[in-house]
């Protein structure tokens, strides 16, 4: 039994809905990439793989609505998920990745816990350095290898706003963050095409 009520389909066209931004509609696709290629890696079963694949790609559902006014961030989220059918638990598992974030006041006294909302705070924030890293490399990410991409992680003057403390909490899931690029980079391979990268 899955608990996603609606479609692949249906998830992005409900994302489609609410943004409209290129950049933007790229970071949600390869968070879904990374999402669903860290849930194979930890061999979840088929509907949990594709329960992390859905968070990754709605996570910021209200963001195109929300980014000129960052604090509201993640306010709108809850009711459009559950207009369109998604259990508080998804909700919930969708808001921690604002958790601990002070342009966030709503949540910025929380902390996450779950394997699940470890996994999706670090691999939307990990798209932000691959993505980069990729643009610097002439768009691609085909050869991209996981100990160049440590290299930028460990640079703090490389894209300088992705905030490696949360890709660090990858290794709350057993996994060293060796593991988490390599498993990121393959995620984000897959769909390359999709998101203008080669």
Not at 90 to 115: C, D, M, Q
Request: charged content about 30%.
């Amino acid at each position: 039994m899955s608990d996603i009520p609606i479609s692949r389909e249906e998830a992005w066209k409900l994302i489609l809905k609410h943004n409209s931004e290129r950049s933007d509609l790229n970071h949600y696709l390869e968070s879904e990439a990374v999402m669903r290629e860290l849930a194979t890696h930890l061999k979840l079963k088929p509907e949990k793989i594709e329960y992390w694949a859905i968070l990754g790609l709605l996570h910021d559902v209200d963001w195109g609505i929300t980014k000129n006014n960052v604090e509201t961030h993640l306010t709108k989220a809850p009711e459009i998920l559950e207009e369109a059918g998604f259990a508080n638990e998804f909700i919930e598992n969708i808001l921690s990745h604002g958790y601990g974030f002070n342009e966030l006041p709503h949540l910025a006294h929380k902390v996450r816990t779950e394997k699940v909302e470890h996994a999706l705070a670090a691999s939307e924030t990990v798209t932000g350095l691959i993505h980069a890293y990729a643009l610097m490399r002439q768009g691609r990410v085909s050869d991209m290898d996981p100990n160049g991409l440590k290299k930028k992680y460990k640079d703090k003057t490389f894209a300088a706003k992705v905030d490696r403390s949360v890709i660090k909490e990858a290794e709350e899931l057993g996994i060293t963050l060796e593991e988490f690029f390599s498993i990121a980079i393959e995620g984000i391979k897959k769909i390359k095409d999709k998101v203008g990268l080669s």
